[in-house]
């Protein structure tokens, strides 16, 4: 399963969420851990403000634990990380996806979702 957090980024905004992203990639290279991984993805067509990131999850016990992220950050840089995203974030979504395929994906580096949270049910609603 893969925990997908889904980010809309505020337009005049999106240099500076890049910036605070790749801050957080650093802290999981440092740790180098061998089973977490962290994959970003930014809409080509359509809203190029939205992001998606996709983290390995085990199972649904795993969301009660601590998160892996406070064994590869400081408080500190947890803190200020996360009080900059909220300055640059308009919306904030999270999905739990199952990968397609049907095989283990414990030992794959990029597993693909099934497929990304709708957000608008209605399709009428778009471009409005």
Known sequence: MLNVVHYRVKIDHIQEFEEVEKQIAGS????????QFRIIYRGTIGNATEFDVFTPLSKFADRDGENPYNKMA????????????????????????????GSDHSNARRPV?????????????YGR
């Open 113 to 125: 979702p099934a497929r990304l949270h709708a957000r608008d049910p209605d399709p009428r609603s």
């Open 74 to 101: 400081t408080e500190q840089e947890r803190l200020t990380r996360g009080a900059r995203l909220g300055q640059y974030l308009e919306n904030v979504q999270t999905t739990i996806e199952k990968p397609t395929g």
């Open 28 to 35: 999981y290279k440092k740790a180098a851990p061998t089973d």
